[in-house]
Every structure is written in structure tokens, then in C-alpha cells.
């Protein structure tokens, strides 16, 4: 009897501590609201000469969120659009050519020239004639023959200055010229890149989370002057009990809750940690297995995520299928 008495009492004892066990799993799961912040900065440093926004307003995308001084870039293209024009006008002048009143000086020149031609043409023809009736000495035929091909290369040297005067500048000094307006543009297009650096945008839809400088102040190159936080940039991060871990996996759905939240909100597991932490920090063991977690992050319904403040603790808890 009484070894019957002890084999109850210990069947008791598991019992208690089988229904211990299944009480004291977790049916909820600590964490807290993470936001990844989004820092707008400026590559380009300067004073900061607006400030158009203000910590915890909403701004829309493509609002002006500040702006630095910028007398310099806008100096710089200016500068750059007076060489443009520069680059572009002697190139214009190469194509060209000659101008109106120079091409009619050409033009005058041939009517000149081809008028002493014909004149010379007929000199020389009469001499031929005299020269074959023993009139003249050959030395005036070979003198009226000679002059009139000078003439006839006159004529034909103007034509060919004429010709190469409609055509415009030589192909390497025009190419020289098109390499240089290229340049322009890119000098151009720097300077209007600096100076747009200095004012700066909304990316998208966001709360200025913070801001970092005031007016007038001095703003290092790449040094943010304000952080923004996308509600789409909100998540939760909570930590699973290595015992539980193998219920949960990415894309399922699980209920979010915190003090101030009037219901549990919906979000979705998008990660879940391979790697095992120890929280509290404690020695591996087979008794404290138990106490190992791993970190998920689970995102909230788009609906609800501006419900949601960074370091804001919540609880997690997992949605059954009840059947």
C-alpha cells in the first residue's frame, strides 16, 4: 500500500507539473516599435538659410524641407550659361561661313576676274590669227597666251575661295568647337547640380521626426539637418522563446497591442533571426534553454502604422486557426 500511495503521489506530482509547464508557456511576446529613419543631408555645405519644417509635422513629397545659402552655386551657373553661349556662338560662326557683305566682295572679284578672261581670251586668239599671217612675232602670241592663262587661273583660284566660303570653318576647327560647347554643357550641368543640392525635398510622404540645426547655423558637407520617418519604414521587433519558435514563420499574421491602443493591431512576420540570443545574459545550459530567444520583426497593417511611436513597448501575440 504504501508503494502503491508513493507511485500516486508521483503520478500527481507530473501532472501538476505537465499542466505547470502548459501554463507557463508565453501566450504573449514582448517587443517594441522600430522606426529606420531616413536622414536628409546635403553633399554640399553652407549655412542654413530656412528651415521650412518643424519636428513632428507631416510634410508631402516634394515639399521644400530646407535650404542652404547658395549665392555661390547660383554665381557658378551663371557663369556656366555665359560660357555655354560663348562655346555655342563660335561654333554657330564656324558652320556659317563667310558673312553676306564678305561673300559679295568674293562675288564681285569673279565677275572681275572672268570679264579680264574673256578679254584675254579674245587677245589671245586674235594674235593667232596675226601670228599666221606673219603680222606678228611669236613672242606676242606666246605673251597673249600666257596671259590669258593667268587669267583662267584666277578665275578658277576664286571660285575654289568662294566654294570653301559657303562650307564654313576647316572639319578640325568646327570639331574643336563642338568639343568645346560639349564641355560647356557638362560645366553647365555641374553648377546646376550644386546649386539644386541646396535646397532639399521631401523623398515621399514622411514625419519630421527631428531636426538637427538651426537657422543660420553652419551645416557640415553630408551632415543630415533632419531625419524623416516614412510610415512605411515602421515595424515591430519582438522576441520569440526558442520552445515557441518553430510555431512562427514569415508572412504569418499576428495581433499587436500596447497600453494606449484601443484593439489589437493586425501585422505581418517579415523576419525572423536564425541566430539564438540570451536575454538576461545567462551560461548555456540544459536547464536555461529555455531562456533563449530569437528576434522578429513583423510589419503593421498599413492602415495602422501611424498608430505606431519608435520605442513604444507592445505585445505580440500569435492568431490561431480555431477550429
Known amino acids: 500500500m504504501r508503494k502503491l500511495h508513493a507511485q500516486i503521489h508521483i503520478l500527481i506530482f507530473l501532472t501538476l507539473i505537465s499542466a505547470c509547464t502548459k501554463t507557463n508557456e508565453p501566450e504573449s511576446f514582448q517587443g517594441y516599435a522600430e522606426g529606420e529613419f531616413v536622414y536628409i543631408s546635403s553633399p554640399l555645405g553652407g549655412r542654413l538659410e530656412q528651415l521650412a519644417v518643424r519636428k513632428g509635422q507631416t510634410v508631402h513629397a516634394g ?42 566682295a568674293l562675288t564681285a572679284r569673279l565677275r572681275q576676274a572672268e570679264s579680264s578672261l574673256q578679254l584675254a581670251e579674245s587677245e589671245y ?36 575661295e568662294i566654294e570653301t566660303a559657303g562650307l564654313g570653318g576647316r572639319s578640325d576647327a568646327v570639331s574643336a568647337a563642338q568639343s568645346g560647347v560639349e564641355s560647356a554643357k557638362a560645366r553647365l550641368e555641374q553648377a546646376q547640380w550644386n546649386l539644386k543640392q541646396k535646397t532639399r525635398t521631401a523623398p515621399k510622404d514622411s514625419l519630421v521626426f527631428d531636426t538637427f540645426y538651426e537657422p543660420d547655423e553652419w551645416v557640415a558637407p553630408g551632415r543630415p539637418v533632419l531625419c524623416l520617418l516614412p510610415p512605411e519604414n515602421i515595424k515591430v521587433r519582438f522576441f520569440l522563446p526558442e520552445t515557441v519558435k518553430s510555431r512562427f514563420s514569415v508572412g504569418q499574421l499576428v495581433t499587436v497591442s500596447f497600453d494606449a491602443g484601443d484593439i489589437p493591431f493586425p501585422a505581418t512576420i517579415n523576419y525572423i533571426s536564425v541566430q539564438a540570443e540570451y536575454t538576461p545574459p545567462i551560461i548555456y545550459s540544459a536547464q536555461t534553454r529555455a531562456k533563449l530567444v530569437f528576434m522578429a520583426e513583423a510589419m503593421p497593417d498599413e492602415r495602422f502604422r501611424t498608430r505606431f511611436q ?14
Open 63 to 104: 515639399e521644400l524641407l530646407f535650404s542652404l545659402e547658395q549665392t555661390y552655386e547660383a554665381a557658378g551657373v551663371r557663369d556656366a550659361e555665359e560660357l555655354l553661349r560663348q562655346a555655342e556662338g563660335k561654333l554657330a560662326d564656324l558652320q556659317k561661313g563667310l558673312r553676306p557683305s564678305e561673300m559679295e
Open 125 to 160: 586668239n586674235r594674235r593667232i590669227k596675226l601670228y599666221k599671217t606673219q603680222t606678228v612675232a611669236a613672242e606676242e602670241r606666246d605673251r597673249a597666251r600666257s596671259e590669258y592663262e593667268r587669267e583662267k587661273q584666277r578665275v578658277k583660284e576664286i571660285k575654289s
Open 310 to 323: 519608435p520605442g513604444q513597448p507592445v505585445e505580440v501575440r500569435e492568431v490561431r486557426n480555431e477550429k
